[in-house]
C-alpha cells in the first residue's frame, strides 16, 4: 500500500516542526533549485527530503536501507536516472510515528553522531 502525495507532505511537514530546532537542522536552501531544494538539512548536508516523485526520502546507513528494504518499509532511492542510491531510502508503508523515528536516525547519520 502506498501513501498519497498529500500524506507525504504531512509526514514530512511533522519531520520538519519535530526536527527544526534540533542543532544545525535547517529547510532548504535559498537560491537553490531542483535535487533537495527543500530539504531538511543538517550542517547543510541534507538528511530527509520528498522527492519529485513524491516520496519522502532519508539518507541511513547502507546497512540499514538494505535492512527496511528487506522488510517492505521502502526501497533504495533512484532519483531519476536509473542508478539505486545506496545510502537513501524512499519510504513506503511506514506511520508517521516510524517516519519520524527513521528521521531522527537519519540526522544522528548525516551529522556524525552515534
Do not use: Y
Not at 520538519?16 to 527543500?38: C, H
Not at 538494505?66 to 532511492?77: A, D, K, N, Y
Amino acid at each position: 500500500m502506498s501513501i498519497t502525495m498529500s500524506e507525504v507532505e504531512q509526514r514530512f511537514a511533522a519531520i520538519v516542526a519535530a526536527l527544526s530546532g534540533e542543532p544545525g537542522v535547517s529547510v532548504g536552501q535559498r537560491g537553490r533549485k531542483g535535487f533537495g531544494s527543500s530539504a531538511l538539512q543538517v550542517n547543510g548536508k541534507i538528511f530527509a527530503m520528498v522527492s519529485s516523485g513524491g516520496a519522502l526520502v532519508l539518507k541511513l546507513p547502507r546497512q540499514r536501507v538494505e535492512e527496511l528494504e528487506t522488510r517492505g518499509l521502502g526501497e533504495r532511492f533512484d532519483p531519476g536516472h536509473g542508478r539505486l542510491m545506496k545510502e537513501w531510502l524512499a519510504l513506503r508503508r511506514t506511520t508517521t510515528g516510524e517516519c519520524l523515528s527513521l528521521a531522527r536516525e537519519a540526522l544522528q547519520f548525516v551529522s556524525g553522531g552515534t
